[in-house]
């Protein structure tokens, strides 16, 4: 008996797992959807100096809201990078970063843990403890905190002098979008 011209159903086990895989490719895409254009992100046309020391911190808390998992990506490719040479460290990082991936990057719904919603935030800042301890573990500690420090001061460095004139807060979708030119 053939099966010329059927159409496979998930039941089968590679089915299954090609659907899982499937699913996964789409939940990667939707999830990092979130994340804003590396383009919009470096314009040069919306890079200056702060006039103050307020306007530094307004710019920061601006640009870490909007731009929140472009710099946390920028975060993971720094670390990353300083544990190139220490293998164990890596290995452990790249089981945080699929952690990371499953708990904050590619998540569609919020989290629920024992019935209380755990927000975006809290999920970054217990995920990051959570990374660097686990790292700190492996006794690379020298190169992950010069890692850190670096990391702080690449995304301090762009919050401090990326403007904010074209970024607005939108109420319904409770975030920061960019206006377009068309816009009033």
């Known amino acids: 008996m053939t ?13 299954g797992h090609i659907e899982y895989i499937s699913r996964a490719k789409e939940r990667i895409k939707s999830g990092l959807g979130t994340r804003r254009p590396w383009r919009e992100m470096f314009s040069f ?4 100096l702060p006039k103050s020391f307020r306007d530094s911190i307004s710019r920061v808390k601006t640009n870490a809201g909007y731009f929140r998992m472009n710099y946390a990506i ?4 720094i670390i990353f990078l ?9 290995i452990v990082f790249i089981v945080m970063l ?10 569609d719904v919020p989290l629920v ?3 209380r919603t755990i927000s975006d935030k809290a999920v970054l800042i217990i ?3 959570v ?17 850190l420090a670096i990391a702080v001061v690449v995304v301090l460095l762009h919050a401090i002098v990326r403007k904010t004139d074209d970024l607005y807060f939108d109420e319904e979708a409770g975030g920061l979008l960019r206006s377009s030119p068309s816009s009033p």
Not at 3 to 15: A, L, V
Not at 98 to 107: K, S, T
């Open 3 to 15: 099966n010329y011209g059927t159409i496979p159903t998930s039941s089968s086990p590679s089915g």
């Open 113 to 115: 843990i024992c019935g």
């Open 45 to 48: 046309h919306s890079l200056n």
């Open 82 to 90: 300083s544990l190139l040479w220490f293998p164990i460290s890596l």
């Open 127 to 129: 995920l990051s403890i």
């Open 131 to 147: 990374t660097l301890v686990v790292l700190l573990l492996t006794h690379a500690t020298k190169n992950i905190l010069v890692a």
């Open 98 to 107: 699929a952690i990371w991936l499953v708990l904050y990057f590619l998540r």
């Open 74 to 77: 920028v975060f993971l490719v």
